[in-house]
T-cell receptor
Framework: GESVGLHLPTLSVQEGDNSIINCAYS??????FIWYKQESGKGPQFIID?????DKRQGQRVTVLLNKTVKHLSLQIAATQPGDSAVYFC??????????FGKGTHLIIQP | AAGVIQSPRHLIKEKRETATLKCYPI?????VYWYQQGPGQDPQFLIS???????DKGSIPDRFSAQQFSDYHSELNMSSLELGDSALYFC?????????????FGPGTRLTVT
């Protein structure tokens, strides 16, 4: 079936470095993508979203890039901080209500 | 700012028992969603309601049912519980007046079936 997925289950980076988390999607009808951050024992927290008519969107220390040609989505986190440690999910909203989540990437920040 | 409220936060039930999870959306949000997240898994969409009517249905088992009430709170009813139902259950809410699909998630209810 069609799904949204992440490439790496775990990503370890040094504090202060930039982090890049990747996601590949297969639903060509997807028109809206969201990145969520989930800390242990908590609900997913919205980070940033992007519509399919955009290639890039920036937030505070985060940037989402969308490459529709290869169906690839990435989340860039600048100057990674200890508080960025969490599991990151990309999710797709293909017009229906329910979000389709990809497999999460656990971001580990090394001191 | 007010967030999504879920109760209870933790629930322990035995096999074949029933459970009811409650969700109180953010004020003025008209849509609620239910998700199930197994250990180490990504959240799976179960069901959603808009203006008290079922709006979309995902992988919700027939043993589960849900509804949205006039005050917009929602309840997820789970019967004949199985060990595999042990998971985190999240409720999310959103407003369709906004030009966004952003869903705000609650803290979740951790259900343990023994």
């Amino acid at each position: 079936g069609e799904s949204v997925g992440l490439h790496l289950p775990t990503l370890s980076v040094q504090e202060g470095d930039n982090s890049i988390i990747n996601c590949a999607y297969s639903n060509s009808a997807s028109d809206y993508f969201i990145w969520y951050k989930q800390e242990s024992g908590k609900g997913p927290q919205f980070i940033i979203d992007i519509r399919s008519n955009m290639d890039k969107r920036q937030g505070q220390r985060v940037t989402v890039l969308l490459n529709k040609t290869v169906k690839h989505l990435s989340l860039q986190i600048a100057a990674t901080q200890p508080g960025d440690s969490a599991v990151y999910f990309c999710a797709d909203s293909g017009g229906a209500d329910g979000l389709t989540f990809g497999k999460g990437t656990h971001l580990i920040i090394q001191p | 700012a007010a967030g999504v409220i879920q109760s209870p936060r933790h629930l322990i039930k035995e096999k074949r028992e029933t459970a009811t999870l409650k969700c109180y959306p953010i004020p003025r949000h008209d849509t609620v969603y239910w998700y199930q997240q197994g250990p180490g898994q990504d959240p799976q969409f179960l069901i959603s309601f808009y203006e008290k009517m079922q709006s979309d249905k995902g992988s919700i088992p027939d043993r589960f049912s849900a509804q949205q009430f006039s005050d917009y709170h929602s309840e997820l009813n789970m019967s004949s519980l199985e060990l595999g139902d042990s998971a985190l259950y999240f409720c999310a809410s959103s407003s369709r007046d906004r030009d966004s699909y952003e869903q705000y998630f609650g803290p979740g209810t951790r259900l343990t079936v023994t």
